[in-house]
């Protein structure tokens, strides 16, 4: 018998074309999952993944549109009803960004605010409504909201700081602010779907190394007390775990899996 056995598993997760969103895909359906990979991007990443995997499907929605979304439910969830859900699609700004979305907050848009919220809050909100509601009419169903440590702490400046760079980086408010409305939003649900057998918990993380300049990466280490910032299958366990009936009796709990970035 696996311990974590997910073949009778069906996962809806959203932002799947993303870096991440592809290597939980890839993962879950290695594990013996059937996963409906949502994003509002196709890429040949993803339909490489959709000719490797017969467990895996693309769909191709604007999860911020509740219409859109009720169209891609009704179209795959008539009968079999996905048993978790991971809200995983997020917008995250970088200093490559343009610079309307990277400003200090005094001069932070009100445009650049609202696509962040749409996407990482609203997003959110409405594949839990949507799918989540299928799940409870059920009776049995885990949703993971995928969050992140600044959902719970604020982002250190210092870590952003480049001397050889002209250009000042400020992690932009709304990712942090949107994060920890995510929190709350776990926290609620975990509560009102309780007694339908609904699990709603928050996969907090740290930061994962990907191309970032090497500035970047030693500041951000130095902060870490492992050292160094995550590899991208280390997340692959806390999803797997999440996703599995042994965490059946763990709802509106934060799982933080940070190297030890919280600890400090």
């Known amino acids: 018998m696996k311990l974590f056995n997910l073949s009778k598993e069906s996962i809806f997760i959203t932002g799947a074309s993303g870096f991440l969103g592809l290597q939980y895909s890839k993962f879950l359906c290695e594990q013996g999952a059937k996963v409906y990979g949502v994003d509002i991007n196709e890429n040949k990443k993803i339909l490489n993944l959709k000719k490797k995997y017969k467990n895996f499907s693309f769909h191709k929605c604007n999860i911020t549109s509740e219409k859109d979304l009720i169209a891609l439910s009704n179209k795959l969830f008539r009968k079999n009803i996905p048993t978790v859900l991971i809200n995983n699609a997020a917008l995250d700004f970088s200093p490559d960004d343009n610079d309307e979305f990277i400003k200090p907050f005094e001069k932070y848009s009100n445009e650049a605010w609202n696509k962040a919220m749409n996407v990482n809050v609203n997003g959110v909100y409405l594949c839990c409504k949507i799918i989540g509601s299928k799940m409870a009419n059920k009776k049995k169903g885990s949703i993971i909201n995928v969050s992140s440590i600044y959902g719970i702490v604020s982002p250190d400046p210092k870590i952003y700081e480049n001397k050889d760079k002209k250009k000042k980086f400020i992690k932009p408010i709304p990712y942090s602010v949107s994060k920890s409305a995510i929190i709350n939003l776990t926290k609620y649900l975990a509560v009102y779907w309780a007694k339908k057998n609904v699990r709603v918990n928050n996969l907090i993380l740290g930061g994962m190394q990907n191309k970032q300049n090497k500035t970047f990466i ?31 009796y763990m709802t509106g709990s934060n799982l933080v899996v940070d190297g030890g970035w919280t600890a400090i």
Not at 223 to 246: H, Q, T, W
């Open 218 to 248: 030693k500041n951000y280490s130095n902060r870490v007390p492992f050292g160094r910032m995550a590899k991208i299958n280390e997340y692959n366990g806390s999803i797997l775990f999440l996703s599995s009936d042994l965490s059946s």
